[in-house]
């Protein structure tokens, strides 16, 4: 850990070569698909390249640190994706996709796409995947491959612009 720490990067890949089977298969186990495990495995390693320096082997075993940063991923993964799930369903009846019907009166979603439209794409993205797909801010910064600041920062920005455009529905 301390090569690693030292950004050592064949320390990196020889402790993923020595363990990277174990991480995935309880991966596996938890989330229950190949794509998830694989996704929580590549986060797990990419942690450990960022915070090699605060592992304390006082408090455990390196294989430990790895276990339990497995089994807390693979859960919160599991979690995000159930949310998700819910939140595609509540998208779905909000299109019109139960009974045929919208839920939204049509002049009051003509105003919420066009105040969606006044967003910079950098904030409507991450609006949009953090509250209709349920992505956390971390999840996003992962995924936009931008700091978790300027993802929060997105949100915060375009929230305040869209209060701003629809305020008057309320």
């Known amino acids: 850990m301390r090569r690693i720490a030292e950004s050592?990067?064949?320390?990196?890949?020889?402790?993923?070569?020595?363990?990277?089977?174990l991480i995935y298969g309880m991966a596996l186990r938890?989330?229950?698909?190949?794509?998830?495990?694989?996704?929580v495995t590549l986060d797990i390693y990419t942690q450990v390249w960022q915070r090699a320096a605060d592992f304390d082997e006082e408090r455990?075993?390196?294989?430990?640190?790895?276990?339990?940063?497995?089994?807390?991923?693979?859960?919160?993964?599991?979690?995000?994706?159930?949310?998700?799930?819910?939140?595609?369903?509540?998208?779905?009846?909000l299109d019109g996709a139960r009974d045929g019907q919208a839920a939204l009166e049509p002049g009051i979603a003509?105003?919420?796409?066009?105040?969606?439209?006044?967003?910079?794409?950098?904030q409507r993205e991450a609006?949009?995947?953090?509250?209709w797909y349920g992505y956390s801010h971390a999840e996003l910064a992962a995924r936009l491959g931008q700091p978790l600041g300027t993802v929060k920062t997105h949100i915060?920005?375009?929230?305040?612009?869209l209060r701003l455009q629809l305020g008057n529905l309320a």
Do not use: C, F
């Open 156 to 161: 915060r920005m375009g929230m305040m612009k």
């Open 30 to 39: 938890i989330v229950g698909n190949t794509a998830d495990a694989e996704e």
């Open 127 to 131: 609006i949009e995947l953090s509250y």
């Open 60 to 93: 455990g075993s390196t294989i430990g640190w790895l276990m339990i940063m497995a089994r807390s991923r693979s859960i919160d993964k599991l979690r995000s994706g159930a949310s998700r799930s819910r939140r595609e369903t509540t998208l779905g009846e």
């Open 8 to 21: 050592d990067q064949s320390a990196l890949a020889a402790l993923y070569d020595a363990t990277n089977r």
């Open 110 to 122: 003509r105003a919420v796409q066009n105040a969606l439209h006044t967003l910079t794409p950098e």
